[in-house]
């Protein structure tokens, strides 16, 4: 009969001079990661403290909603520009992206042409934004013929999240047990209504979140606009075709001659950027614990 070992018995005396020998090392490691979070926290803390302290003193709700002019410059042109991508930019990738990411999660196999989509939405993922920007001047604004426009903006802005849109639904997608798919199907539902039905709904907290977040890259991307929508701030747009701005290029436009304005929009810009990842991660739990 076997003997079974005494896991709480003291180690030998090699092996404890081998664990005390090797402990040195994992504990340099671990003080190098905490000093290079810490880096990483304070210089985030710096900036925001930095344009909070700039922008603060110079907010008011005449600069946020009062009527623009030349000699007097609100944010009004830059929000309502921002609200018209978010609707073209979202209101195109997300379907496309939530539906290609239900494809390759739950249909497509291991074969040569989705392992070709794969290497494109990685690729797509790490293209920089100033080359989607090169991108949408060439084909909406030459091309197409359209000029500066918000449409062709919005459009290139969606090609831009399409990729990251995908990565992270389908990781939402997989992380569903598939135990439940096959409850569903043991239960005489189809392959759609089981999608719909089980998986989509488990999966709704990481979507939102997906969702949310791929707002507020919208939000704050500056490179793909500059040569998309014209930067036009003394205008406000009346249709997606007309050119116009952003409250990220606000702050490019404001730098030369308004500095103080700059800060005070890169304030606002701060706020709905962290607004939003706080709503999504807010969300995301919301959902999990409802599913729960």
Request: net charge positive; with cysteine.
């Amino acid at each position: 009969m076997a003997v079974r070992q005494d896991k709480t018995a003291p180690l030998p005396q090699k092996a404890r001079k081998l664990s005390g020998r090797h402990r040195a090392p994992y504990t340099f490691l671990k003080i190098i990661s905490f000093v290079c979070a810490g880096i990483a926290v304070a210089a985030l803390i710096g900036i925001i403290v930095f344009i909070l302290i700039r922008g603060v003193p110079h907010l008011s709700l005449d600069f946020i909603f009062g009527e623009n002019t030349a000699a007097h410059p609100t944010l009004v042109p830059g929000l309502i520009g921002t609200a018209y991508l978010v609707m073209i930019g979202a209101g195109v990738a997300i379907p496309i992206g939530i539906l290609t990411a239900i494809y390759l999660s739950e249909y497509a196999g291991k074969g040569k042409v989705v392992r070709i989509i794969r290497l494109a939405i990685e690729t797509l993922a790490a293209i920089p934004s100033i080359v989607y920007g090169l991108f949408g001047y060439i084909v909406f604004v030459l091309l197409f013929g359209w000029g500066y426009t918000l449409l062709g903006g919005g459009l290139t802005v969606s090609i831009m999240i399409l990729p990251t849109i995908i990565r992270s639904v389908e990781e939402s997608l997989l992380s569903v047990p598939s135990i439940y798919r096959e409850g569903s199907h043991a239960l005489g539902a189809s392959k759609v209504r089981t999608i719909f039905s089980v998986v989509l709904p488990n999966a709704a907290g990481g979507i939102v979140t997906a969702v949310i977040l791929a707002i507020g890259r919208i939000i704050s991307e500056s490179a793909v606009f500059i040569l998309t929508i014209g930067m036009l701030q003394n205008g406000i747009p009346r249709s997606p075709t007309d050119p116009g701005t952003s409250l990220a290029l606000n702050v490019y436009y404001f730098a030369s001659d308004w500095p103080e304005l700059s800060a005070a929009t890169a304030v606002v810009l701060l706020v709905l950027v962290v607004g939003l990842n706080l709503l999504a991660t807010g969300v995301g739990k919301l959902i999990k614990r409802d599913r729960q």
